[in-house]
Nanobody, 123 residues
């Protein structure tokens, strides 16, 4: 599966961005999809995940209440709406397809990764 992430950019603190990740094939509709992020010098960390039907979502504590993950299986696309952005949200954001139908916080649960899109929040 190939994943194409987009929507990153430079935004001021308090602003919003919407990331998109399009998958190359329809079979990802049976899999969980998630977003991770990696800041310079840090490990890649889980941000948000969504189950295959979209009814189950999982968030890291650092983004809960500010970010919203959603998916459109007809378009093979997952989204991450990011509001009230903070400087600590600055990172490269990666989408990933899970091996199972429910999301996990563990990187080892994901088999396909996108190329990353950079989000920079200026304070």
């Amino acid at each position: 599966v190939q994943l194409q992430a987009s929507g990153g950019g430079l935004v001021q603190a308090g602003g919003s961005l919407r990331l998109s990740c399009a998958a190359s094939r329809r079979t990802v509709s049976n899999n969980a999809m998630s977003w991770f992020r990696q800041a310079p010098g840090k490990e890649r960390e889980f941000v948000a995940g969504i189950g295959w039907r979209g009814g189950f979502t999982l968030y890291s504590d650092s983004v809960k209440g500010r970010f919203t993950i959603s998916r459109d299986n007809a378009k093979n696309t997952v989204y991450l709406q990011m509001n009230s952005l903070k400087s600590e949200d600055t990172a490269a954001y990666y989408c990933a397809v899970g091996r199972q139908s429910v999301p996990s916080r563990s990187r080892s649960s994901y088999g396909s990764w996108g190329q990353g899109t950079q989000v920079t929040v200026s304070s």
